[in-house]
């Protein structure tokens, strides 16, 4: 999760919403770090998580990260939910929970839903308050910039 909030800094440098997600390789080694780059690119796909799966499915040489955990600042949206279990993704581990958007248990819970083919182990919460803050003070700064 670390290394996941370390990549959501990055975003807030060019103005995304501070998102960090990591792909782990079945043997324990970092295979994608990516953050939130949707203002970067006027790319509305540009979630942290998409990246972070183009970028390990291209690693791997594999559309199917079979043995891969990923591990997101926030929790993923339905977009990224689709595209965790496109890419058959079997572990989800996500900091902050997301009410206005989450399909991993808040809003929605696409990962665990038995009438799909492919299911998701999510694990939530991990370092939510680390997660949580960070959003909580970009958001905070955007509704109130600070006077110059």
């Known amino acids: 999760?670390?290394?996941?909030?370390?990549?959501?800094?990055?975003?807030?440098?060019?103005?995304?919403?501070?998102?960090?997600?990591?792909?782990?390789?079945?043997?324990?080694?970092?295979?994608?770090?990516?953050?939130?780059?949707?203002?970067?690119?006027?790319?509305?796909?540009?979630?942290?998580?998409?990246?972070?799966?183009?970028?390990?499915?291209?690693?791997?040489?594999?559309?199917?990260?079979?043995?891969?955990?990923l591990v997101v600042t926030l929790e993923p949206c339905?977009?990224?939910?689709g595209a965790i279990l496109a890419a058959h993704v079997p572990t989800v581990v996500f900091g902050a929970w997301d009410e206005q958007a989450g399909a991993a248990g808040s809003l929605y819970d696409l990962l665990r839903d038995r009438r799909l083919n492919h299911r998701v182990e999510v694990f939530a919460g991990v370092d939510a308050e680390a997660a949580s803050a960070r959003l909580l003070r970009f958001f905070e700064a955007r509704r109130h910039p600070p006077v110059e």
């Open 1 to 69: 999760m670390r290394l996941a909030l370390d990549e959501a800094s990055l975003a807030e440098a060019t103005g995304d919403v501070p998102v960090g997600a990591v792909v782990i390789g079945p043997d324990g080694a970092v295979v994608a770090a990516r953050h939130n780059e949707r203002e970067a690119t006027n790319d509305p796909t540009a979630h942290a998580e998409v990246l972070a799966i183009r970028d390990a499915a291209r690693a791997l040489g594999d559309r199917y990260l079979g043995g891969c955990t």
């Open 78 to 81: 339905i977009m990224c939910a």
